[in-house]
Antibody
Framework: EVQLVESGGGLAKPGGSLRLSCVGS????????MTWVRQAPGKGLEWVGR??????????DYAAPVKGRFTISRDDSKNTLYLQMDSLKTEDTAVYYC??????????WGQGAQVTVSP | EIVMTQSPATLSVSPGETATLSCRAS??????LAWYQQKPGQGPRLFIY???TRASGIPARFNGTGSATEFTLTISSLQSEDFAVYHC?????????FGGGTKVEIQ
């Protein structure tokens, strides 16, 4: 059974930092392209960024609102995906989901981690 | 980026009836469209990809149709477990984008 479990959410002040982790199991993590998607309160889903498998180059791409502030990385030895969030803004408040990408669509999602940015 | 618009925002339906959800793209996405179901407190679950292919374990009462800019998710004979929020997503153009969601509630 595929499982994705996020951790590391919490409360931060504007300008602060947080790091989310996501442990994957039940699939070959090192071969997967992994994604972060967020959902602000009462809003729809928003793609945050994606990291390719190392076999496909291991590069990461980001949505415009977070580019230059967020960094996605992975440690395949630990089956873990990371989202480093710096220079946080109040508009980054959301539930963040760790997601496995499959040919464009997203086939497995975690339960989500709450991130709240407030003065 | 491509803007996805879902309508209606809320759909009130009685159990056993049919629900029809709409998703419109601001430009053609070919058939590169997926649908997800989300229940309160849970992450979304993939239901349909490539416009009409049901994901593993999804019952046949869920039917996706459409192409280019107009897409529909039809849920026949609504069951109690089908009341949830449904999101559409295009993956034809980068970045992938989602609609605002349609909440299917019990009438």
């Amino acid at each position: 059974e595929v499982q994705l479990v996020e951790s590391g959410g919490g409360l931060a002040k504007p300008g602060g930092s947080l790091r989310l982790s996501c442990v994957g199991s039940g699939f070959t993590f090192r071969s997967a392209w992994m994604t972060w998607v967020r959902q602000a309160p009462g809003k729809g889903l928003e793609w945050v960024g994606r990291i390719k498998s190392k076999g496909d180059g291991g590069t990461a791409d980001y949505a415009a609102p977070v580019k230059g502030r967020f960094t996605i990385s992975r440690d395949d030895s630990k089956n873990t995906l990371y989202l480093q969030m710096d220079s946080l803004k109040t508009e980054d408040t959301a539930v963040y989901y760790c997601v496995r990408r499959r040919s464009g669509w997203f086939d497995y999602w975690g339960q989500g981690a709450q991130v709240t940015v407030s003065p | 980026e491509i803007v996805m618009t879902q309508s209606p925002a809320t759909l009130s339906v009685s159990p056993g009836e049919t629900a029809t959800l709409s998703c419109r793209a601001s430009q053609s996405v070919s058939s590169n469209l997926a649908w997800y179901q989300q229940k309160p407190g849970q992450g979304p679950r993939l239901f349909i990809y490539d416009t009409s292919t049901r994901a593993s374990g999804i019952p046949a009462r869920f039917n996706g149709t459409g192409s280019a800019t107009e897409f529909t998710l039809t849920i026949s004979s609504l069951q109690s477990e089908d009341f949830a929020v449904y999101h559409c997503q295009q993956y034809d153009s980068w970045p992938p984008t989602f609609g605002g969601g349609t909440k299917v509630e019990i009438q």
